[in-house]
């Protein structure tokens, strides 16, 4: 089997094992993390992305519907709409930006700040056992890690998109396998 990379610094023996390792426990953990922000959302009665998107709200400064869009690594148009939805539930303020007219600054109302404050200690709780055994020096390693890691993705999506877009030739499939050519 061909290995899925071909740095030499993530082979171990020759094999991408290691590498595969590591990809499908960044999954796992992102289905496992994805789990408990959907599990806070609930608490107080609301989505997994609705809560990501009132959480950069609180914690962003000067949070506009691009900086919260950048933040989450989602789209501008998927936060109009959460906004839209929180807006209508009274949860979330949307006012012009004093700067730049078409910029949209967002800001919690004080229901919303009030439901995220009713999840703190609940959140605090689960969080320490998330992240129960990571040393100072391993939380800040990691931090700098998936930074890294989103940017490089950034760019491995771009490429992925361009190279999707050029025209692949495609394998004949019978019984499950492809032809020979």
């Known amino acids: 089997m061909e290995p899925t990379i071909s740095r030499e610094e993530l082979l171990v023996d020759g094999t991408d094992a290691a590498f595969r390792e590591l990809v499908h426990g960044i999954l796992a953990f992102g289905a496992l ?3 408990i922000r959907d599990g806070h959302a609930r608490y107080i009665g609301i989505t997994g992305p609705q809560y ?4 950069a709200i609180r914690h962003l400064e000067s949070p506009t519907i691009t900086r919260v869009a950048q933040h989450l690594s ?7 709409a959460e906004t839209n939805k929180l807006r209508t539930a009274g949860l979330v303020s949307k006012t012009r930006s004093t700067e730049d007219s ?3 600054v967002l800001g919690l109302t004080s229901d919303g700040e ?6 703190s200690d609940t959140q605090r709780q689960i969080n320490d056992v998330e992240f129960d055994h ?4 391993e939380f800040t390693r990691l931090n700098a890690t998936l930074a890294t890691l989103i940017e490089n993705s950034e760019r491995a999506i771009e490429l ?6 050029t025209p692949a030739r495609p394998a004949t499939v019978r019984q499950g396998r492809p032809a020979r050519r």
Do not use: G, K
């Open 33 to 35: 993390h994805s789990e």
């Open 52 to 55: 990501s998107v009132m959480t």
């Open 74 to 80: 989602v789209t501008p148009t998927f936060v109009t």
């Open 102 to 104: 078409r910029a949209v």
């Open 114 to 119: 009030a439901l995220l404050d009713q999840l």
């Open 134 to 137: 990571l040393t100072r020096d």
């Open 160 to 165: 992925q998109r361009f190279l999707q877009r």
